[in-house]
């Protein structure tokens, strides 16, 4: 396919997404214009009877205010891949109380219809995205409508200019008018869509207000996160001082008290004691060591990253290749939740996955670290609330990180874990 019919192409899609946008963005001003006819037909001579009229372009622009913009929002996507966040508050959990009484988050009512519908009415009225759609739904025609409106308008003109009607009337002069309008529909038709993106970038994006509220909500939730790991961090490390070492040394304790006692009477038990505490003490420092290593592994505040994972290639029971663009430092923070993560993934690789070999790459892009790990086992791999995946991606969400899983069935599993730093 030549430049003509590549261009050509590009004006038939561009024309057909223009009539899309004049579609849209065209339902609210039709109620306005519909509401006029009406008042029109009726008789307009009495201020009073522009009440009826009124009340339908009020109650049209609510209704569809919210719709139009969830369809632009769509549109926005499809054809060009900008995601715009809707930022429209959640509703929260309707209750029964003791008293029989249903509470919405805002009142109490008798029934659970009743404190469902006063709840949606109250979250509507008071949510900073309505007036952002009632704001959009109004200036989107005047905008994206009129510029999409441009190529079908040209094109509508130029064919009244060449058949020697319209306004530029028969001859020569109508049919110059008529190739210039034509020139100016195909010439923008490819483009006069696009407006729709800066408008809707412009104006259905959060406010500054609303993605504070947002950031605040996000940030208590990870807090509240991170709280519970760090709780459920302490609770094992007692847990395994309590079994292990601590038991090791309550048993140490009492060999050497029991070694002192025969020490004059029963000199060769007290020396097998002896021996026995020793091994038991040695095996008390290990332990330590191994719960150390747990907590933060020596060679990942020693030699980094990539070394700290390279080390753990070597412990697991898989052909793991590492890659990496070279040495990485980061703030040990997120270089034990890097190594941690990697550390569970190719553990999900042995146990769950069934894989024989695994990858590792460690790179830095132009916005941070991006750890990715890919096993050749069988596949599906999901995040369930509460599972070990989920909990991977909210201790990455602690550090504005980000978590992806690729995992069809039968396999491979590709894991994307990506922190902004410095």
Known sequence: MGRVGTWVVQAGVGWWRAAVVVAVCGL???????????????????????????VIVCAGTLALSQTVCRAVRALVARWTGTGIPGGYREAGPVMQLSTGYWW???????????????????????????????????????TAGLAAALPPAALAFAAAGLAGVGPAGAGAVGRLAGAGALAVAVGCGPYAWR???????????????????????ELTSQRADATVAQAAEIRRIER??????????????????????????????????????????????????????????????????????????????????????????????????????????????????????????????????????EDDGRGGADVRPGGGLAGLGRRLAVFDGTFAVTSPSGGPTRVRMAVPCE
């Open 195 to 217: 407006s729709l993106h800066r408008v809707a970038v412009r104006f259905l994006g959060p406010s500054p207000k609303m993605a504070l509220v947002e950031r605040v909500d």
């Open 240 to 373: 395994d001082l309590h079994d292990g070492a601590q038991a090791r040394l309550v048993a140490l304790g009492l060999s050497l008290a029991t070694a002192e006692a025969l020490m004059d009477r029963d000199p060769a038990q007290a020396k097998a004691l002896m021996r026995e505490a020793r091994a038991g003490a040695a095996a008390s420092l290990t332990e330590l060591r191994e719960l150390i290593r747990g907590i933060s592994p020596p060679v990942l505040s020693e030699r980094g990253l990539v070394d700290a994972v390279r080390a753990l290639a070597l412990d697991v029971p898989l052909d793991v290749a590492v890659r990496a663009d070279g040495p990485l430092r980061l703030d040990p923070p997120i270089e034990s939740a890097l190594y941690f993560g990697v550390a569970e993934l190719l553990t999900n690789a042995v146990k769950h996955a069934g894989a024989a070999r695994a990858h590792v790459s460690l790179t830095r892009d132009d916005t941070g670290v991006v750890v990715e790990v």
């Open 104 to 142: 919405n988050g805002f009142s109490y009512e008798r029934s659970r219809r009743d404190a469902v519908m006063d709840q949606r009415m109250r979250l509507w009225w008071s949510d900073p995205a309505t007036w952002r759609d009632l704001r959009f739904a109004v200036v989107a025609p005047l």
């Open 28 to 54: 609210v001003p039709a109620v306005w214009a519909a509401a006029v006819g009406l008042a029109v037909l009726c008789g307009a001579e009495h201020p009073w009877s522009w009440i009826g009229p009124a």
